[in-house]
C-alpha cells in the first residue's frame, strides 16, 4: 500500500461548483497533513495545512481530516478557472521531518 | 514569510558534466531542508533530506555520490548533480520548514541535460 494516495484524476467541474479532492494515507503516527496546489511547470504552494480531525475552513477552502478512518479531503467552493492545477496531499509523521507527498490530483474547472 | 529561493531556475548541460543548484532561505533560518525531483506528471520524490552542518540523509535508492548535498550555513543548502546524464533530466524542488508554517518550496531548477 502506497503511503499517501490520491486518484489521480482529472476531475473535471464547471464554474462555481464544489470541488472535492479527496487522499488517504497509511496507518502510521500520523502528526501534520497538508495540501499543496501546483500549476504546470511550477513549484508546489501551500494552501492548506490541517492538523487535528473536523474541518479548518480559509476563505474557499475547506479542509477535512478524519484520523479514524486515514483521510483528508479538500473543499474548494465557488471553483474558478484559475484553481486549475494540481492538487497535492501531504502527510508529515510523528518523530520525523519527512513529508511525504501523494501523486496529486489534476483538477478542472471548465468556465 | 518564509520565503525559499532557488537559483537557477533552469539549466542546460552536456552529458557528464556537473550543476549545482542553490537552495537559500531568505527570511528565516532553516536547519533542516530537503531536496525533490519530479518527473513529469508524476509527483515530488524525496531524494534527501540536507542538515546544517552535518551529513545529507538520502532516500533508498538515490546515489549520494552521484547527488552531492551541501548544508554550510543556516540559509543556505545546495544539490550538485554530478556527471549528469539525460536521465537526470528533471524538475528539482528543495523546501524547508519554518516554525507554524507548512512547508515552504522554492521555485525549482528544471534540468535538461543533452
Known amino acids: 500500500q502506497k503511503e499517501v494516495e490520491q486518484n489521480s484524476g482529472p476531475l473535471s467541474v464547471p464554474e462555481g461548483a464544489i470541488a472535492s479532492l479527496n487522499c488517504t494515507y497509511s496507518?502510521?503516527?500520523?502528526?501534520?497533513f497538508f495540501w499543496y496546489r501546483q500549476y504546470s511547470g511550477k513549484s508546489p504552494e501551500l494552501i492548506m495545512s490541517?492538523?487535528?480531525?473536523g474541518d479548518k475552513e480559509d476563505g474557499r477552502f475547506t479542509a477535512q481530516l478524519n484520523k479514524a478512518s486515514q483521510y483528508v479531503s479538500l473543499l474548494i467552493r465557488d471553483s474558478q478557472p484559475s484553481d486549475s492545477a494540481t492538487y497535492l496531499c501531504a502527510v508529515n509523521w510523528a518523530g520525523g521531518f519527512k513529508t511525504i507527498f501523494g501523486a496529486g490530483t489534476r483538477l478542472f474547472v471548465k468556465a | 514569510g518564509a520565503v525559499v529561493s532557488q537559483h537557477p531556475s533552469w539549466v542546460i548541460c552536456k552529458s557528464g558534466t556537473s550543476v549545482k543548484i542553490e537552495c537559500r532561505s531568505l527570511?528565516?533560518?532553516?536547519?533542516?531542508m530537503f531536496w525533490y525531483r519530479q518527473f513529469p506528471k508524476q509527483s515530488l520524490m524525496l531524494m534527501a533530506t540536507s542538515n546544517e552542518g552535518s551529513k545529507a540523509t538520502y532516500e533508498q535508492g538515490v546515489e549520494k555520490d552521484k547527488f552531492l548535498i551541501n548544508h554550510a550555513s543556516l540559509t543556505l543548502s545546495t544539490l550538485t548533480v554530478t556527471s549528469a546524464h539525460p536521465e537526470d533530466s528533471s524538475f528539482y524542488i528543495c523546501?524547508?520548514?519554518?516554525?507554524?508554517?507548512?512547508?515552504?518550496f522554492g521555485s525549482g531548477t528544471r534540468l535538461t541535460v543533452v
Open positions: 527570511d528565516f533560518q532553516a536547519t533542516t
Open positions: 523546501s524547508a520548514k519554518q516554525t507554524n508554517y507548512g512547508y515552504t
Open positions: 490541517i492538523y487535528s480531525n
Open positions: 496507518d502510521r503516527v500520523s502528526q501534520s
